[in-house]
């Protein structure tokens, strides 16, 4: 079956940076569409970027200018850089696989709690 396994989190001070990681099996990673969002306390879960199997990549506003997302299909893995963090973005971030090939899919990792202090 599909798994999707986060890693990358911490504790970080505001300005800091950390690199997300998604390790996924179980799935034709080359042609999965992949996505990282986020959930902070007490707020619903939010999109942070997308990344298809043709590279083509989406980020929301907040992430604009700061998180890259990446993909290393030879590693089945997708990432998630992010620069000048800030504490709004403490969450738990989670790895998404929302197509594969032409199939709408739904498969979620575990997460990774990130933690920025200010």
């Known amino acids: 079956q599909v798994q999707l396994v986060e890693s990358g989190g911490g504790l970080v001070q505001a300005g800091g940076s950390l690199r997300l990681s998604c390790a996924a099996s179980g799935t034709i990673f080359s042609l999965s569409d992949m996505a990282w969002y986020r959930q902070a306390p007490g707020k619903q879960r939010e999109l942070v970027a997308t990344i298809t199997s043709g590279v083509y990549t989406t980020y929301a506003d907040f992430a604009k200018g700061r998180f890259t997302i990446s993909r290393d299909n030879s590693q089945n893995t997708v990432y998630l850089q992010m620069n000048s963090l800030k504490p709004e973005d403490t969450g738990t971030y989670y790895c998404?696989?929302?197509?594969?090939?032409?199939?709408?899919?739904?498969?979620w990792g575990r997460g990774t709690q990130v933690t920025v202090s200010s």
């Open positions: 998404n696989i929302f197509n594969i090939g032409v199939r709408r899919r739904d498969y």
